[in-house]
């Protein structure tokens, strides 16, 4: 079916593609250097008229580890959105019906198959999840 139908899959990567890459967009590491340079000229200002600056040092180790959050976030989110678009060319290389078991492929899209009461679950890599009444 996903073969068949490549059009509807590869729509349903390009939304988590997106999703993706709006959610990491929330916290950039540009964003967090400007409040950090922000809150060390205060932070100099404050020491130097010998006024309390602990308030600011906290949120600038707070920064700090969410700019290293955010770091290691962009790293994750490279190579996800590398993973969708490597599935993407592999889809558009298959042939629409399969007539035999392709084992390639489904250790390349399959995540897990979880069996219900009435009815199964299949995962893809890529995240999307497929109820099947059985």
């Known amino acids: 079916m996903l073969l068949g139908d490549k059009s509807t899959y590869q729509a349903q990567l390009?939304?988590?593609?997106a999703k993706v890459i709006r959610s990491a967009q929330q916290n950039t590491a540009d964003g967090?250097?400007?409040r950090l340079q922000e809150l060390q000229k205060e932070l100099?200002?404050?020491?130097n008229s010998k006024e309390a600056y602990d308030e600011i040092a906290d949120e600038i180790f707070?920064?700090?580890e969410q700019r290293e959050k955010c770091t290691v976030d962009t790293a994750a989110r490279d190579a996800q959105i590398a993973r969708i678009n490597e599935l993407q060319d592999f889809i558009?290389?298959?042939?629409?019906?399969?007539?035999a078991f392709d084992e390639a492929l489904v250790k390349r899209w399959l995540?897990?198959?979880i069996v219900w009461e009435?009815?199964?679950t299949v995962?893809?890599?890529?995240?999307l999840k497929i109820d099947i009444e059985g």
Do not use: C, T, V, Y
Not at 123 to 127: C, D, F, M, N, T
């Open 32 to 34: 967090i250097n400007e």
């Open 14 to 17: 390009q939304q988590n593609i």
């Open 118 to 120: 009435d009815h199964f």
């Open 111 to 113: 995540e897990r198959i």
């Open 123 to 127: 995962e893809l890599k890529s995240g």
């Open 92 to 99: 558009k290389q298959q042939p629409a019906h399969l007539e």
């Open 44 to 47: 100099l200002k404050k020491a």
């Open 62 to 64: 707070k920064l700090r």
